[in-house]
């Protein structure tokens, strides 16, 4: 099982690095159907931090929010992706975004304890943005169903990732390194939000 994690944890560092090169909204690379959606989230750092912030909280939050926010996320993101495809507006979307990974990364920071259907609720409306973004950009990729299906599994890899950056919690010091990485994902977000990032 460490060798799992470790493996996890390498995949994730280097699609964080690679991260700083891609744009997530500009609509380009989304011709490619599977691969392309599964590596969209995982090159778009708005959305990198917004999604790893989601397992960081979950794991932070302890059972069953480890496992219900991560669900809960995907699920809404298609409702929101949905709405995009279908062409009903949803205002202020990517400024939604940005403040995500904000909000998110100030309660991994702040390490709150909310109740898990305040929890829910929250990741859920963050998701609405983040599908929506995505979902305006779906009728134009080659294979909308393939890109679909990717996209959700990129998203659940990068919340995998936060879960287990989030474990770090059970060892000593582990909390101020979780804690730490939630003042990192509330501070690209502000960069997002200002539109420095």
Same mark, same amino acid.
């Given at each position: ?10 995949m994730t560092g280097v699609a964080l690095l690679a991260a ?8 380009? %690379? #989304?011709? %490619? /159907? ?9 090159? *778009? ?12 909280? %979950?794991?932070? =939050? /302890?059972?069953?929010? !480890?496992?219900? =926010? ?9 409702? %929101?992706?949905?709405l995009g495809v279908a062409g009903i507006p949803v205002p +202020? ?7 995500? *990974? ?6 991994? +920071?702040?390490?709150?304890? @909310?109740? =898990?259907? !305040? $929890? ?17 950009? #779906? ?7 393939? &890109? @679909?299906? *990717? ?10 990732? /936060? ?7 059970? !060892?000593?010091?582990?909390? &101020?390194?979780?804690?730490? $990485?939630?003042?990192?994902?509330? @501070?690209?977000?502000?960069?997002? =939000?200002?539109?420095?990032?």
């Amino acid at each position: 099982m460490s060798h799992f994690r470790t493996a996890l944890v390498v995949m994730t560092g280097v699609a964080l690095l690679a991260a700083g090169e891609a744009s997530a909204h500009t609509g380009e %690379g #989304l011709s %490619g /159907g599977l691969i392309s959606g599964f590596t969209h989230p995982i090159l *778009g750092w708005d959305h990198v931090v917004a999604m790893v912030a989601v397992g960081l909280w %979950g794991a932070f =939050l /302890g059972k069953p929010a !480890i496992w219900i =926010l991560p669900v809960v996320f995907p699920l809404v993101m298609a409702l %929101g992706g949905a709405l995009g495809v279908a062409g009903i507006p949803v205002p +202020a979307v990517e400024a939604g975004i940005a403040v995500s *990974g904000i909000v998110l990364g100030l309660l991994v +920071a702040f390490a709150v304890r @909310a109740p =898990l259907w !305040i $929890a829910a609720v929250l990741v859920g409306v963050f998701a609405i943005f983040h599908g929506h973004a995505h979902g305006t950009e #779906l009728p134009d990729a080659a294979n909308p169903f393939a &890109y @679909a299906l *990717g996209f959700v599994v990129g998203t659940g890899v990068l919340h995998l990732a /936060g879960i287990l950056l989030g474990f770090a919690t059970a !060892i000593p010091k582990g909390a &101020y390194v979780v804690r730490a $990485a939630g003042i990192v994902i509330a @501070a690209v977000g502000g960069a997002f =939000l200002v539109g420095i990032a």
